[in-house]
């Protein structure tokens, strides 16, 4: 997602000294995306400790950063989110990724009475890094404003053709996060968002596609990629799939092609 900022980008845009509601920055990197773990609160520890243990962001940012140059650093901060969920600040070029975000996961597979294997939930992990890479990118290409569902829908875009590139382990990725998706589509829909400033003048919105939809996509892209190695994924509503998913990689392509690392 791409969060609409309040409290949290005021703070590290004017540098301000750390006061409650302020988050320390840190040095951001030079250029590229860099990792940076804050002390979670005491009911994220397990988390923290299975992200830094595992290290499990750390092969997302050493693909991105061995494919693409970027013109600034991006830092990815795994952090306790107070509820605010994982998402992307275009302001402090900063991605925000939520110790309790792993646990919502869990807990998910866990309700559906198939609990996931570690392997398995950093495989979501993973695709919700490259989904908030793919915002980043948006921003540093700085590409036309079409509308947050479009641009969610583009990150979700950025997500596959990484995963896709000629690697097995990333479809492998894909068709987990798409039974996530699938479990989230038949999870009872969730209460309302609490606004995010304490005069509720910004409203989180969920702008992304449907659950149900970001999971066929996925399967539609593994589909369209490495048909041999997934023959069940074959069905006839996919059949388009061969043509519509390599149009949507090469503009991708296209539009990283100024930062590819060569
Ligand atoms: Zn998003």
């Not at 750390?58 to 991006?74: E, F, K, R, S, T």
């Not at 869990?106 to 490259?130: K, M, W």
């Not at 404003?145 to 000629?166: H, I, Q, T, V, Y």
């Not at 539009?255 to 590819?260: C, N, Y």
Request: charged share 30%; net charge negative.
């Amino acid at each position: 997602m791409i969060r609409r900022w309040g409290t949290l980008a005021l703070c590290a845009a004017a540098l301000l000294p750390v006061t409650a509601g302020c988050v320390p920055q840190g040095p951001a990197p030079v250029d590229g995306f860099a990792l940076r773990y804050e002390k979670p609160a005491a009911a994220d520890r397990a988390e923290y400790r299975f992200l830094r243990d595992r290290a499990v962001a750390d092969p997302v940012l050493a693909d991105l950063n061995g494919h693409l140059v970027l013109p600034y650093g991006i830092t990815v901060v795994a952090r306790s989110c107070s509820g605010e969920g994982t998402g992307y600040d275009p302001a402090a070029h900063r991605i925000e990724l939520c110790y309790e975000d792993l646990a919502e996961e869990r807990a998910l597979f866990e309700r559906s009475g198939s609990p996931t294997s570690d392997e398995e939930l950093a495989e979501v992990v993973r695709e919700t890094l490259y989904h908030e890479a793919g915002h980043a990118l948006v921003d540093v290409l700085d590409l036309p404003d079409k509308g947050a569902r479009a641009e969610e829908d583009a990150a979700d875009d950025f997500a596959r053709l990484m995963l896709l590139r000629g690697r097995p382990e990333g479809e492998e990725t894909l068709l987990t996060a798409a039974r996530a998706y699938d479990l989230a589509a038949a999870a009872p829909a969730p209460a309302p968002e609490v606004p995010m400033d304490p005069e509720g003048l910004e409203e989180a919105e969920d702008e992304h596609a449907p659950p149900a939809a970001r999971a066929e996509a996925h399967r539609c892209a593994v589909h369209a990629e490495a048909p041999t190695r997934h023959p069940s994924l074959a069905t006839p509503s996919r059949a388009t799939c061969a043509v519509t998913w390599p149009r949507t990689r090469d503009a991708w392509n296209r539009d990283l092609a100024p930062i590819l690392r060569r």
